[in-house]
């Protein structure tokens, strides 16, 4: 199979007809049952393969090559999003209230299609490698920390993966050396003053002032005490008191998602956010309950393994359809592989807005291009030929 020819022996029907039947039996994070059953009985379609399920949803295929060498880990996350679908595609999901609206069903999808092409060339492959069909990407802790756990990542050298984004022409590879994505973390806070009558607001501890004061004085943590050549962002999802007009009420609910590239930062920022509460809810002499979860880390794209990437895109795509990932703050459970082993995160692009492909990813909204699924199937081969195939 010559590099001219590896796109045009992609099976390209049935990366097309997995990915609209993932797409319209969508199932959501730790419940990927029906999802896990489908992979495998695809999976077992095919030779030389050996099935593990580490967790109870998801599934790992190991194919071991004809000669001893290293192992590598080809990874596609398989959960779909709590999203009612609001596309025009005739292959809607068909599971009210849920929606691959994040394109795992085009990842699950490549990475068959990518097992269909390797595992009949198992004699000439030189290691290992592992392909994770991994559970939760989208809620932490995350399927990823669970397949490290379970001792997946055990003997892998090597780690890859990809995610699709619309908004960027079809079949386009993005590269980013260093931190690609942000670390997630979360803050839960609850408030406790005291209530009163809307009238003799001095007999209150008010928590809905509270509760605006620690919102305003965080954001100046990043305007203040962060700086501006390093990324730090607090964004607040919930702010919940009272329930009528004339109360002032005695609890206040705060949500956040607190984000970093730079580890150093993420927990400076975890200390200044308690510090900020702490200090603003005693001197209105409210107490509080602080509950900061850490969720993703950033994932940490390595050189090398990015070069390697960089080069098997090339001849796939070539130079023109290769561009840099701008900055992003946004979180993959991926980095729980690349915490314990060097890898790399690309992109893969999904279609114009001009196209019909202008809504971002966790929209209802959200489709890509099927156009670009045989050429993420066949970065992954690409890259395998000139890992392990001399």
């Not at 319209?24 to 399920?53: G, M, W």
Request: net charge negative.
């Amino acid at each position: 199979m010559t590099t001219e020819s590896l796109l045009a022996q992609v099976p390209v029907q049935d990366i097309v007809t997995w990915r609209h039947h993932l797409h319209a039996h969508p199932e959501l994070s730790f419940h990927e049952y029906q999802t896990t059953d489908y992979i495998i009985s695809i999976l077992e379609t095919f030779p030389n393969l050996e099935l593990q399920r580490p967790t109870e949803t998801g599934v790992v295929a190991i194919l071991k090559g004809g000669k001893t060498g290293k192992t590598i880990a080809l990874r596609a996350d398989i959960d779909a999003l709590p999203i009612q679908e609001e596309t025009d595609v005739d292959f809607i999901s068909q599971n009210d209230g849920v929606m691959h609206a994040c394109g795992h069903d085009t990842h699950t999808s490549m990475l068959l299609g990518a097992i269909k092409m390797l595992a009949p060339m198992q004699a000439e492959i030189t290691g290992t490698i592992k392909f994770l069909f991994q559970p939760a990407e989208e809620v932490p802790p995350g399927g990823a920390v669970q397949f490290v756990k379970a001792g997946v990542m055990d003997d892998v050298d090597q780690v890859f993966g990809l995610h699709i984004f619309p908004m960027i022409p079809t079949g386009a590879i993005g590269y980013k050396y260093g931190a690609l994505t942000a670390s997630s973390d979360t803050l839960d806070l609850t408030i406790h003053g005291v209530g009163a009558h809307a009238m003799s607001p001095e007999t209150s501890v008010d928590v809905i002032t509270i509760g605006a004061e620690i919102i305003s004085n965080c954001n100046n943590i990043i305007a203040r005490r962060i700086s501006p050549l390093a990324a730090g962002l607090i964004s607040w999802g919930q702010f919940s008191a009272g329930h009528t007009n004339n109360v002032i009420p005695d609890t206040a609910t705060i949500k956040a998602s607190i984000r970093t590239r730079n580890p150093e930062i993420r927990t400076q920022m975890r200390d200044m956010i308690e510090q900020t509460v702490k200090g603003i809810c005693e001197a209105y002499g409210a107490t509080y309950d602080f509950d900061f979860i850490y969720g993703y880390s950033s994932v940490v794209n390595s050189t090398v393994e990015m070069d390697a990437l960089r080069q098997s895109a090339t001849k796939i795509v070539g130079e023109s359809g290769i561009f840099e990932v701008p900055d992003m703050m946004g979180g993959e459970d991926f980095s729980a592989y690349t915490d314990v082993k060097p890898g790399c995160f690309f992109a893969l692009g999904g279609g114009e807005a001009k196209d019909g492909y202008g809504h971002i990813n966790h929209s209802p909204e959200f489709k890509v291009d099927d156009n670009s699924l045989p050429v993420g199937t066949a970065v992954f081969v690409q890259l395998v030929k000139d890992l392990m195939i001399a």
